[in-house]
């Protein structure tokens, strides 16, 4: 048995969903979601056992493309978090009516395989299809049952989908280029590869474009709030909660172990890149005055950090940054979540309007607290671990690199906070607030639960990572 198994699942489970009809379509959703987490902790158990669990068979003769599924602790570490949030995410949406649900769920579950094959890819004309095929779902989701006005929806939308596939061409370029020089894309081929410090430079700025605007990194950034704000929240979810994971873990497998030459000469630029992400997005955050688009900013800020890290090939910077996106992962999910509950009682997102929720309903005050608390990094929470590791990798490049990076903890405990602040306490709220229902609490106790236990004991994690994150070090460093 093998990685292939959970693809497998995604997509059957994919066409099932849309052949069950709307009224079954959310419950088969989740069934498939839920069967292909087991399969991925079936796997990464075997994985632990010295299993073989990658898969590798011929597909085209010419060009010599194969079908390549690389599983290692890197790997499987964000499939696990693909298939753990998918559950959770559809599971959010069961109080949400959707129009042609059946649809709606089949794309969900087509996104969530797309993913997956992406984070196990490793031919790279393999990965470029997955990587197109991810783009697909989510433009329907975010065009088809996004909020707002809908010219102003279909703009948002074009735009990001406009500037993705623009970007993404560059890669596929950078792969022809690759596949005429080594005969093969596979990825173990391209790691033996000889270049030329030129050659480097194209490829990783090639690799960088596709990678910097699904990060996104600015000046990349400029589709990224308004389509978290246009798209449902279940689309602004996948976005956030683990799409966005795509480029950062692509930057880790693909870019540099195929560059590391042009990587080292242009480290201070992206790191200064990606911090001033940090700050630009604190900054943005404090004045928005809309609920989705504050945690888009917030997000914008996270990722910029969780970049930095990557790119100072550092074993530390690496780790950090994949435990941070993990870490982001569950908490962004949260909070767009809390959002979602907000909006379903009081039906706006327009932080003036609210306040005074607090004495309505107590559970989701203390639930929406820890995780503001843990999108802020507090210790005890997984974030931190996270975040301390990669501002440790910073300040072995250059002090200052992790004094402006730390500033992502200063103003974000100060936007975060005061959008608490804003939305929760106050005067009491005329209009009536249900407390969480039993769902609802499910999905927050079991998000506040994977942030507490791995931020008290992040063994597991970083030690099924940090093997693979020193092999990519020693190809950098060959």
């Known amino acids: 048995m093998d990685v292939t198994t959970i693809l497998l699942l995604l997509l059957v489970g994919s066409i099932a969903t849309y052949l069950s009809g709307d009224k079954l379509a959310s419950k088969v959703a989740l069934v498939f979601s839920l069967g292909a987490l087991a399969m991925s902790l079936y796997l990464l158990n075997l994985l632990h056992l010295g299993t073989n669990i990658s898969f590798i068979g011929s597909w085209i003769d010419n060009p010599k493309v194969a079908l390549a599924f690389k599983a290692d602790g890197l790997s499987m570490a964000m499939v696990l978090l693909t298939t753990s949030l ?6 959010s949406s069961f109080a949400n009516s959707f129009a042609n649900s059946k649809n709606f769920y089949a794309l969900v579950l087509f996104m969530s395989f797309a993913m997956t094959g992406t984070f196990l890819a490793a031919d790279g004309l393999l990965y470029y299809i997955f990587w197109e095929l991810a ?3 989510i433009y329907f989701i975010a065009l088809l049952w996004g909020n707002g006005d809908a010219e102003e929806r ?17 890669m596929l370029i950078a792969f022809a280029y690759l596949y005429s020089k080594a005969g093969s894309f596979l990825l173990e081929d391209l ?9 480097q430079c194209w490829i990783f700025f090639a690799f960088f474009l596709a990678y910097a605007i699904k990060i996104p990194i600015i000046p990349f950034h400029t589709w990224q709030a308004k389509v978290y704000q246009k798209a449902p929240t279940v689309g602004t979810m996948l976005l956030s909660g683990i799409m966005l994971k795509m480029g950062l873990y692509s930057v880790i497998r693909w870019q540099l172990p195929i560059a590391p030459d042009a990587a080292k000469t242009y480290m201070p630029i992206l790191i200064g890149l990606s911090i001033a992400g940090v700050i630009y997005g604190s900054i943005v955050a404090l004045r928005q005055k809309d609920l989705k688009k504050l945690l888009a900013y917030s997000s914008l800020a996270h990722v910029g950090l969780i970049a930095a890290g990557c790119y100072t090939l ?33 039906e706006t997102n327009k932080i003036a309007d609210l306040g005074g929720i607090r004495t309505l309903t107590p559970r989701f005050t203390s639930m929406f607290m820890i995780l503001v608390l843990a999108s802020v990094a507090l210790p005890g929470t997984f974030n931190f671990v996270g975040e301390f590791t990669v501002l440790y990798s910073l300040s072995q490049v250059n002090l200052w690199f992790a004094v ?12 975060m906070l005061k959008m608490f602040q804003d939305v929760m306490l106050g005067e009491t ?14 999905i927050f106790v079991v998000i506040i639960g994977f942030l507490l236990f791995f931020g008290l004991y992040p063994k597991p994690i970083v030690d099924l990572v940090t ?11 060959k």
């Open 154 to 170: 279909k703009k948002a939308v074009l735009k990001f989908f406009i500037y993705t596939l623009g970007g993404s061409l560059f």
């Open 135 to 137: 783009l697909i779902p």
């Open 404 to 415: 402006l990076g730390g500033t992502t903890i200063i103003l974000g405990a100060y936007y």
């Open 191 to 199: 790691y033996k590869l000889d270049l030329s410090e030129s050659e």
């Open 314 to 346: 550092t074993l530390d910077g690496l780790s950090g940054g994949v435990s941070q996106m993990i870490a982001h992962g569950f908490v962004i999910v949260g909070l767009f979540f809390a959002a979602e509950i907000i909006f379903r009682r009081y």
């Open 429 to 442: 709220n005329t209009k009536i607030f249900a407390d969480l229902t039993g769902n609802e609490a499910i």
């Open 467 to 477: 093997p693979s994150l020193k092999e990519i070090l020693e190809v950098i460093n």
């Open 86 to 91: 998918t559950p959770l995410i559809i599971f």
